[in-house]
């Protein structure tokens, strides 16, 4: 089973439409991240969060908001989808390492989401 | 703000040959780099890293990258490519302070043909 496990794996939904991506991790990790991928673009992040109580915005947060459940579960929701939030959606993780900014990322498999 | 610059999208190759993915980034303060590997359908996992020390950083799969801080650039080499090294690569930076919040460049994919 994936360490950092995403659902749904695709979505297809209509303009204005509530759409909630999912996000597990078994990695015992206690920073969480949401990131969009766009061709030629990469990834840009959404949100972040490095503990249960701690939510942070990225740098295109507009038209999203996130919910850390529990130390395990980081949610994103988009409240009023738009065509322009279709993209490849990653939740990763990581362990703040030896000093903070030295672990690496753990991803998911990606959400692909279309909004017609 | 950093900021990072993949020079080429796509980059095609012929198995057995070398490759070279160029990647350059723009900070005022010290900075981590790493590359990242996104194959077909799958998440990113990590090739290699620099925090320090040696410039020259061996990663996974036979690939290696180069730290040049006068002139800002983290290349990416393999000097003989396979049909499995076929994937999207991805350049990424973080300030040393900034609790692994990656800013990612925008990608080069690497076709190797037969």
């Known amino acids: 089973d994936a360490d950092v496990t995403q659902t749904p794996r695709n979505r297809i939904t209509k303009t204005g439409k509530r759409i909630m991506l999912e996000c597990s991790q078994t990695?015992?990790?206690?920073?969480m991240y949401w990131y969009r991928q766009d061709p030629g673009l990469g990834l840009r992040l959404i949100y972040y969060?490095?503990?249960?109580?701690?939510?942070n915005k990225g740098e295109i947060s507009d038209g999203y908001s996130v919910s850390r459940q529990a130390q395990a579960k980081f949610s994103l929701s988009l409240e009023s989808a738009i065509p322009n939030q279709t993209a490849l959606y990653f939740c990763?993780?990581?362990?703040?390492?030896?000093?903070?900014?030295?672990?690496?990322?753990?991803f998911g498999e990606g959400s692909r989401l279309t909004v017609l | 703000a950093q900021s990072v610059t993949q020079l080429d999208s796509q980059v095609p190759v012929f198995e057995e040959a070398p490759v070279e993915l160029r990647c350059n980034y723009s900070?005022?303060?010290?900075?981590?780099l790493f590359w990242y590997v996104q194959y077909p359908n799958q998440g990113l996992q990590l090739l290699l890293k620099?925090?320090?020390?040696?410039?020259l950083v061996k990663g996974i799969n036979g690939f290696e990258a180069e730290f040049n801080k006068s002139q800002t650039s983290f290349h990416l080499r393999k000097p003989s490519v396979h049909i499995s090294d076929t994937a999207e690569y991805f350049c990424?930076?973080?300030?040393?302070?900034?609790?692994?919040?990656?800013?990612f460049g925008g990608g080069t994919r690497v076709l190797v043909k037969p």
């Open positions: 900070s005022s303060v010290s900075v981590y």
């Open positions: 990424a930076v973080t300030l040393k302070a900034a609790g692994n919040k990656l800013t």
């Open positions: 990695k015992g990790h206690d920073r």
């Open positions: 620099y925090l320090s020390g040696s410039t």
């Open positions: 969060s490095f503990d249960v109580k701690d939510i």
């Open positions: 990763a993780t990581s362990d703040p390492g030896v000093g903070a900014g030295t672990g690496e990322l753990f």
